[in-house]
């Protein structure tokens, strides 16, 4: 039977593997859209206008986000608010990681203190 809403990390980096992108959507519903992202000598992002999530699948890197560095490593979470100035400035050849851009154009307003 199949699932339609599982993404196998294998045959997702296989199917990357077969285009000439260092990503691949992999799945969509509403907002959300989850990429598969592997970056090839240097990282050339440039600001996203929706908030991102990375969830690093394999490797390590350093992830630099409006000038802050912090190292990474497999099984990692990190929030990119929209519009903010990021990228992997360091990567192991093996770095993988996913990427999901949810929510809407210009970012979601963080929750204050009352809706915590």
């Avoid at 196998?8 to 593997?17: F, V």
């Avoid at 990375?54 to 986000?65: H, Q």
């Avoid at 519009?83 to 949810?102: D, G, K, P, Q």
Wanted: hydrophobic share 40%.
């Amino acid at each position: 039977m199949m699932f339609p809403n599982k993404v196998c990390l294998a045959e997702a980096h296989q199917k990357l593997g077969e285009v000439s992108a260092v990503f691949l959507e992999v799945f969509r519903h509403g907002t959300l859209s989850v990429e598969l992202y592997q970056p090839e000598g240097e990282d050339k992002q440039t600001p996203h206008s929706r908030d991102e999530v990375y969830i690093i699948a394999a490797g390590e890197a350093v992830f630099e986000l409006e000038g802050q560095k912090t190292p990474v490593k497999t099984g990692d979470f990190l929030f990119v608010p929209a519009r903010a100035v990021h990228r992997f400035v360091e990567f192991s050849e093996n770095f993988l990681t996913w990427v999901l851009f949810y929510g809407p154009e210009g970012g979601e307003s963080p929750l204050n203190e009352n809706q915590k």
